[in-house]
């Protein structure tokens, strides 16, 4: 089975600064697509990125930004700029061929004012 | 606006009672999903639907079953048979099937079940 990993189960970040989330996975295909969501403590599911194998550049979007290292294979998520209301829990989720989206253990932000 | 709604919020029931939640989109995806999210646990998938009147299992599908007779319409039924059966349930939906490509998933707000 595929396996996302998210070793940080908690981390704390000052207001304005940048925080790194990691995640690795496991893969024998050379194509795959690699996401992050944010989970809000009322539940939903948010939708923040996404970085194809093949892609050549890293994907940004906005205040997010993703560390993608192919050889690694690690797909780490960059929040610059922190505030208050990125205190959430942050997945990491893997797809491959025909296969539904894959979600690693998550890591919970807490921003510090 | 387009979106998944999930009904209801909170369920409450007693343990070996069969229990349908509710899920709804109507931003014509193709496929739609169910997983289910344990305290400190990621999601794990219970089943999914590339297609009307189709469907499949996921990693978690015992103890559970589900219907596609509507595109827009993707109920999830929790049998007595299933053991733990609290836990927090999440619908999603795509606008394409898992095998064309990798469009996200967007998801509904979710319903919290509790058996007792």
């Known amino acids: 089975a595929q396996k996302i990993t998210q070793t940080q189960p908690g981390m704390f970040v000052q207001e304005k600064e940048a925080v790194t989330l990691d995640c690795t996975y496991d893969?024998?295909?050379?194509?795959?697509?690699l996401f992050w969501y944010k989970q809000p403590s009322s539940g939903e599911m948010i939708f923040l990125i996404y970085?194809?194998?093949?892609?050549?550049q890293n994907a940004t979007e906005g205040r997010y930004s993703l560390n993608f290292q192919k050889a690694r294979k690690s797909a780490n998520l960059v929040i610059s700029a922190s505030q208050l209301g990125d205190s959430a829990m942050y997945f990491c989720?893997?797809?491959?061929?025909?296969?539904?989206?894959?979600f690693g253990k998550g890591t919970r932000l807490s921003v510090i004012a | 606006d387009g979106g998944i709604t999930q009904s209801p919020k909170y369920l409450f029931r007693k343990e070996g009672q069969n229990v349908t939640l509710s899920c709804e989109q109507n931003?014509?995806?193709?496929?739609m999903y169910w997983y289910r999210q344990d305290p400190g646990q990621g999601l794990r998938l219970i089943y999914y639907?590339?297609?009307?009147?189709?469907?499949q299992k996921g990693d978690i599908a015992e103890g559970y079953s589900v219907s596609r007779e509507k595109k827009e319409s993707f109920p999830l039924t929790v049998t007595s048979a299933q053991k733990n059966p609290t836990a927090f349930y999440l619908c999603?939906?795509?606008?394409?099937?898992?095998?064309?490509?990798?469009?996200?998933?967007?998801f509904g707000n979710g319903t919290r079940l509790t058996v007792t």
């Open positions: 999603a939906s795509s606008i394409f099937p898992p095998g064309q490509g990798n469009s996200p998933l967007h």
């Open positions: 931003l014509n995806h193709d496929a």
């Open positions: 989720a893997k797809k491959t061929g025909n296969t539904p989206l894959v």
């Open positions: 970085q194809g194998s093949y892609d050549q």
């Open positions: 893969t024998s295909d050379p194509s795959y697509g």
């Open positions: 639907s590339q297609i009307v009147n189709d469907f």
